[in-house]
């Protein structure tokens, strides 16, 4: 296991290494230019710690992948003017991005925008004869990716909220939900500090908390700004205009309409971060260009040294379950998901008892502690410790009322307990009820144990 575990950190290393580097081709092809802010983009991008969730997780190859053929796509469309026959290979590394993820799916847009900015080509030209069937080629693999995905979501429905559609969101909660990620992700950027992979936990991002409302409307003035900007000064100052534009644009399909935990990931800012460092690096070179002192390559040598030292302790955060969640824990004490999946791991390596302590400990601090109850009881079963157990989940089934997953679980758990203590009476209308919430093989094994118990009990 620890062989395969290093062989695919070292896939996704590679993975990295070759985006960094189709990162430098891209912007170089893009701006004209082969030294300055593009290599310094690059190195800025190779470093950056926000990179190490996408490298270190395996969820994450398929960023890495969608940034690889993106980069590739976009690559080719640059240099296809002058060879159409790069044309083909374009469309085709773009709809690999697409089915690797949605990440890279404006890159036809980016290539664009860097036509006008960068080489002076008017915009209603870009979408004249001789262009525009360049770029409206790229629509086709777009049209099947939206087919595919529409019939195997089947309505699309957000991830981890089944069921849900974007239209039963308020339209208010999903553009403050667009407001929280833009202003999180923007700023890890540039700060990438108290890094996280459980952002579901930051209570800034919680529509309920006080303090996400101000900072949904900040990231939505922000990105307005960007793009207000970017498409002002488009031509005029492409060094600034361009970053900030194709920021915006790059973030449009990472950014999910509805208020969920997972918009936050640092993965899924991967590829859009590159135009952030872009604007960092024009904005280096400039002063560099002015000033030409040995202080302005020192400030941008100890830039690139610290975001690789911060990424090489992060690396570390990474290595196994429980250093993960001990460090989300660490910024975000009241972290279910965090809690829970600690506690799990606890269990199975034999610290039942620490397990026990961190969701007792969570459940008093919190109103409805139904899933910390059902998952405590759950472990106190599974140690034998059955008095222990039984209030602790009649207490878990009382409190996730409305909650039929839990409390099926939870039900079955203390039927468990019923049943080892020789009331197995008591024990059966318990499993049917689990049932009827939730299809759970434990239980319906159990309830038919009970069953034909009972059945020999009456012959005899």
């Not at 960007?226 to 920021?247: D, E, I």
């Not at 660490?330 to 791991?345: C, E, F, K, V």
Request: hydrophobic content about 50%; overall charge positive; charged content about 20%.
């Amino acid at each position: 296991m620890a062989v395969r575990q290093r062989a695919r950190g070292t896939v996704s290393l590679l993975l990295h290494a070759a985006n960094a580097g189709l990162a430098y081709l891209f912007l170089a092809n893009l701006t004209g230019r082969k030294l300055g802010a593009p290599i310094l983009a690059a190195c800025l991008f190779a470093v950056h710690p926000l990179a190490v969730e996408p490298t270190a997780w395996l969820v994450g190859r398929g960023d890495l992948f969608a940034t690889f053929f993106g980069l590739l796509g976009g690559i080719l469309l640059l240099r296809s003017p002058g060879n159409l026959r790069l044309l083909v290979p374009a469309v085709l590394c773009y709809a690999l991005s697409l089915f690797a993820k949605a990440s890279a799916a404006t890159m036809p847009a980016l290539v664009a925008l860097a036509v006008v900015a960068y080489r002076g080509v008017p915009p209603r030209q870009v979408l004249g004869r001789r262009l525009g069937p360049r770029f409206l080629v790229f629509a086709l693999p777009a049209i099947l990716w939206l087919a595919v995905r529409h019939h195997v979501l089947e309505g699309w429905p957000f991830p981890d909220e089944a069921g849900l559609l974007w239209h039963d969101v308020p339209l208010a909660d999903r553009a403050l939900g667009v407001g929280r990620a833009v202003a999180v992700l923007t700023a890890l950027i540039f700060v990438p500090a108290r890094l996280c992979g459980d952002y579901a936990a930051d209570p800034a991002f919680h529509p309920d908390t006080a303090a996400s409302v101000p900072l949904g409307a900040t990231g939505l003035v922000l990105l307005a700004a960007c793009a207000v900007v970017g498409v002002r000064r488009l031509r005029s100052a492409p060094r600034v205009a361009y970053p900030l534009l194709a920021y915006v644009v790059c973030l449009l399909p990472v950014l999910q309409l509805v208020p969920i935990g997972a918009v936050l990931a640092e993965r899924f800012v991967y590829l859009p971060m590159l135009f952030p460092l872009l604007l960092v690096s024009e904005g280096l070179e400039r002063v560099f260009e002015r000033v030409r002192r040995p202080s302005v390559v020192a400030t941008t040598f100890a830039i690139v040294l610290l975001l690789g030292v911060q990424s090489h302790v992060r690396a570390g955060v990474w290595r196994d379950p429980e250093t993960f969640h001990t460090d989300v824990l660490r910024s975000y004490p009241d972290a279910r998901g965090a809690t829970h999946w600690l506690a799990i791991h606890l269990s199975d390596t034999g610290r039942a008892d620490e397990a026990a302590a961190r969701l007792r400990a969570l459940a008093e601090r919190l109103e409805r502690p139904d899933e910390e109850l059902a998952l405590l009881g759950a472990i106190l079963v599974e140690q034998g410790r059955l008095g222990e157990a039984e209030p602790v989940l009649r207490r878990a089934i009382a409190e996730a009322r409305g909650k039929r997953r839990i409390g099926a679980q939870a039900r079955y758990n203390l039927a468990v307990v019923l049943k080892n203590t020789d009331r197995a009476d008591e024990a059966v209308p318990l499993l049917r009820e689990a049932l009827a919430r939730r299809e759970l093989p434990e239980a319906r094994r159990l309830l038919g144990e009970l069953l034909t118990r009972e059945m020999i009990g009456r012959d005899e």
